[in-house]
């Protein structure tokens, strides 16, 4: 990692490609996320860990204004160094990302400022991904937006588990004094008891136990579990979920080696744990957790991730709309939350757990495949020669191919193209899937495993778009094709249907086909708009050329490994 860094006591430069580089996201554009940020970094003053915000600059720019912080902030890339002095933005380039100032209004989230803040997201977990990032801290979010965004997770939490296709995740609570993890989190208090299981608790044990060794350095951890009743149910009386669920759960992690006692009464439990009887207390359900975690650590307590591939800390609290733009929200949770974040990242780095606390963490493709997707006349195919140039430019070997490819299928495809009628829909998808496992097997899965960049014109996206126009399901056209590698990255770019029938119409100087008639053309264009998926980023399509050029290169450096040179 590149960034500047200076020792606190010595006042001498940290060697700059070792030191971590933490990703901010910035949170919920009206909260108090993009205050807490522009504050810490202000107050850091290039001490620390180096750090870049993630997030919308103008945004930001209008929010120190406001704060009076005269600070500089500059634009950030992917494989930079940082810029001493300054404040580094990384701004996302999604085209439902991007804000106007002056008709946001604090404290009064929306679909658009959710659609925002789930791009920050996003765009982390690319950098990560790509080896541009040591570990991300994340600022508040709210999950009514998140909602209203078209995003169905309980938090933060859940969302990031999904991003990193994390199987076994937990959430813990981590301060100097306390930390500890949640068998259940954001459920009803009713419904907890239903929620415990002897597996659930064992493996909140192994996992907890296993991040204590490997993320915060703790040899030989010591676990207390909390009991679920007043008393630890009193034999009974109260409850029988300790003996029946909680007290197996701890023979069964013992048994696998760990040092963990319990269950122990809640409220003597905490005290214990606070004056360093155990490194981690397990608890039940959230507010029994929360409440003794905040009591002794409300303005530094961080919420860090474990399971995760990758370092995930959060701030320890919300997104404050009562105080958002007052200017009197403190840093001081997200400065725990990045010095927390490259702690564990040289911790993983030391003991070996960069890639993952899983046993068998998914191998790394060694090439990159970017599909150009959209419309036809969206200027997809000149986008791709553009790219293919840049990235030719930069030292990388590049693959440039397109579908419908040129094999057999693939001109019987063209040949449809006047001709759609001659047959049934579900034969035209027959043949696209046909050309395509060829084109995977013969094309595609060679490249990626030699080291390439792959970039295809089209791919499995379009297929479930134009064919998903004619009445086919999407859904299932998409199931179809899990025999193709899925891209690193798919540019949707998006341009209203009668622009693309025009451009057709005045840069070929001839009639658009069957495939490019502007009532179907509007058809494919709202089926791309339902489309999801990690590797999707939609990017507007109109405009100056090179500005769209550059929207793409911002996107598409996210992905690149940092070995290149970028």
């Not at 949170?27 to 860990?49: D, H, M, R, S």
């Not at 990560?128 to 078209?150: F, Y």
């Not at 693939?410 to 001659?422: K, Q, V």
Request: proline share 6%.
């Amino acid at each position: 990692m590149r960034c500047n860094v200076r020792d606190k006591k010595t006042g001498r430069a940290i060697d700059i490609e070792s030191a971590p580089l933490i990703g901010i996201t910035m949170g919920c554009p009206v909260g108090i996320g993009p205050e807490v940020a522009l504050k810490y970094l202000w107050q850091a003053a290039g001490e620390g860990p180096g750090a870049v915000i993630i997030g919308d600059r103008e945004v930001l720019v209008s929010t120190a204004r406001r704060l009076g912080l005269p600070a500089v902030i500059c634009d950030w890339q992917p494989g930079q160094p940082l810029r001493s002095g300054s404040i580094n933005v990384y701004q996302t380039v999604d085209a439902d990302a991007v804000l106007n100032p002056r008709k946001l209004r604090y404290g009064c989230p929306n679909r658009q400022t959710g659609l925002a803040m789930v791009s920050y997201i996003k765009a982390a977990v690319r950098l990560l991904r790509a080896g541009h990032l040591s570990a991300m801290a994340t600022c508040p979010i709210t999950k009514a937006a998140l909602h209203e965004a078209g995003y169905d997770y309980p938090g933060h939490t859940e969302m990031l588990a999904h991003l990193f296709k994390a199987e076994e995740f937990a959430m813990m609570m981590a301060g100097k004094s306390l930390k500890v993890t949640l068998a259940t989190i954001h459920q009803s208090l009713a419904s907890v008891a239903a929620g415990l299981t002897t597996e659930v608790i064992c493996d909140l044990i192994d996992l907890s136990a296993r991040s204590l060794r490997r993320d915060f350095a703790v040899r030989n951890p010591r676990l207390a579990v909390a009991a679920l009743n007043p008393h630890a149910g009193e034999g009974g009386m109260f409850g029988d979920e300790e003996e029946r669920i909680i007290a197996p759960a701890i023979a069964r992690a013992q048994a696998m080696g760990w040092q963990v006692e319990g269950p122990f009464p809640p409220d003597t439990i905490f005290n214990k744990a606070a004056a360093g009887d155990f490194d981690l207390v397990v608890c039940m359900y959230h507010d029994q957790g929360l409440i003794p975690f905040k009591l002794l650590h409300f303005a530094d307590g961080v919420n860090v991730t474990i399971g995760l591939p990758y370092v995930r800390t959060s701030v320890d609290h919300g997104t404050a709309y009562d105080i958002a733009g007052k200017g009197t929200a403190s840093p001081v949770s997200l400065k725990a939350a990045v010095e927390m974040a490259a702690m564990i990242a040289e911790n993983r780095r030391k003991y070996g757990a960069e890639c993952s606390l899983s046993p068998s963490p998914s191998p790394v493709r060694q090439g990159r495949l970017i599909a150009f997707e959209g419309i036809d006349g969206s200027g997809k195919s000149t986008q791709i020669e553009l790219l293919a140039e840049t990235l030719r430019g930069e030292g990388f070997e590049v693959l440039l191919t397109r579908e419908p490819t040129d094999s057999s299928y693939g001109r019987r495809i063209r040949e449809l193209y006047s001709h759609r009628e001659a047959v049934s829909h579900e034969e035209e998808l027959e043949l696209f899937i046909a050309d395509r496992r060829q084109h995977v097997a013969e094309v595609i899965n060679p490249a990626l495993e030699s080291g390439k960049i792959v970039l295809t014109d089209r791919y499995f996206l379009s297929t479930a778009a134009y064919q998903g126009a004619n009445g086919l399901d999407p859904d299932d056209i998409l199931r179809r094709n899990n025999f193709a590698p899925s891209p690193d990255l798919a540019l949707i770019l998006e341009v209203p249907p009668s622009l693309s029938v025009a451009r057709i119409r005045q840069g070929r100087g001839e009639t658009p086909n069957d495939f490019e008639q502007e009532d179907y053309l509007t058809k494919v264009a709202a089926v791309f708009a339902g489309l999801t998926g990690d590797y999707i980023r939609r990017l507007p399509g109109t405009g100056d050329l090179d500005a769209v050029r550059l929207r793409i290169w911002q996107a598409v450096k996210e992905i690149l490994p940092p070995a290149q040179g970028l």
